[in-house]
């Protein structure tokens, strides 16, 4: 079982910086794997009255990322397993990326996947506004 709390979120304007956290517990030894370092993490968003939006992933490793159309070349994603924590680091914010962020974790076998199914367990998403 896998516990994501994210943290970081808040009221900005637009055209500033964030970065939302998203601290992983828990992680027993299961069928899928046994350390934060076996999950490929990824990044949803969620506006109101909007369908749930990949934003970003990364795989076990680091090495390999992916980012929506929407964010790319704006938004980051990082990991540092040795604090079990994935990172979302979000500059030129607009107001259309005010949404509930979530982080989830999906067992590395499944690549970088950006499609909500793949991903096993999900934290309770935090608060992003952008005012304009």
């Known amino acids: 079982q896998v516990q994501l709390v994210e943290s970081g979120g808040g009221l900005v304007q637009t055209g500033d910086s964030l970065r939302v956290s998203c601290a992983a517990s828990g992680v027993s030894c299961a069928a899928s794997g046994c350390t934060f370092s076996d999950y490929g993490m990824g990044w949803f968003r969620q506006a109101p009255g909007k369908e749930r939006e990949f934003v970003a992933a990364?795989?076990?490793?680091?090495?390999?990322?992916k980012s929506g159309d929407s964010v790319k070349g704006r938004f980051t994603i990082s990991r540092n397993n040795a604090k079990n924590t994935v990172y979302l680091q979000m500059n030129s914010l607009k107001p259309e990326d005010t949404a509930i962020y979530y982080c989830?974790?999906?067992?590395?076998?499944?690549?970088?996947?950006?499609?909500?199914?793949?991903?096993?367990?999900w934290g309770q998403g935090t608060q992003v506004t952008v005012s304009s």
């Open positions: 989830a974790a999906a067992p590395k076998n499944r690549g970088v996947p950006v499609t909500p199914a793949a991903y096993d367990y």
């Open positions: 990364i795989s076990w490793t680091g090495r390999s990322t």
